[in-house]
């Protein structure tokens, strides 16, 4: 009965729901999002400096 039993009771499962995944997805692209209108605010920022 073991060896009937083992393939099906050591499944390997994710640590985490799919779901979790795609959440974590979501939050990289925002932050990469922020981090590219970081770094365009910056740069428009040091360019009005460099004018005056």
């Given amino acids: ?5 083992s393939p099906i009771t050591k499944k390997s499962r994710s640590p985490k729901p ?16 922020v981090n590219c209108f970081s770094f365009i605010l910056q740069f428009i920022f040091i360019k009005k400096i460099a004018k005056v």
Avoid: P, Q
């Avoid at 995944?21 to 999002?33: A, G, L, P, Q």
């Fill in 18 to 33: 799919v779901s979790d995944h795609r959440f974590e997805r979501v939050f990289d692209y925002v932050k990469v999002i």
């Fill in 1 to 5: 009965m073991d060896a009937l039993s």
